[in-house]
Nanobody, 126 residues
């Protein structure tokens, strides 16, 4: 069983930066692939970025490529999402999700993730 807790959300002006954290409990977290999804009001949840258990594989949605960076520290059971050059359209609740994946692979659809955090609000003012 893995429990995930996101933090680091808040209100920021367009062009600013935030760093989200996803802290996990459970000894096997270091073997889990982790992804960030987000959901804006009135919209479906969408994939943002994912990282494999080793950190060797990452995949970004086109909308955040070159602005967001995912990383992980398995010794601290934590995954980070550095968000730079934020835009108003980045406003959403951000969720981290985790699950075991074979090899060093990642998944970009939410149905592949069994464990979810409660979400953290990111609001970007224009």
């Amino acid at each position: 069983q893995v429990q995930l807790v996101e933090s680091g959300g808040g209100l920021v002006q367009a062009g600013g930066s935030l760093r989200l954290s996803c802290a996990a409990s459970g000894r096997t977290f270091s073997r889990y692939s982790v992804a960030w999804f987000r959901q804006a009001p009135g919209k479906e949840r969408e994939f943002v970025v994912a990282i494999s258990w080793s950190g060797g594989s990452t995949y970004y949605a086109d909308s955040v490529k070159d602005r967001f960076t995912i990383s992980r520290d398995n010794a601290k059971n934590t995954v980070y999402l550095q968000m730079n050059s934020l835009k108003a359209e980045d406003t959403a609740v951000y969720y981290c999700a985790a699950d075991f994946r074979p090899g060093d692979t990642i998944a970009t659809t939410d149905r592949w993730y069994a464990y979810w955090g409660q979400g953290t609000q990111v609001t970007v003012s224009s």
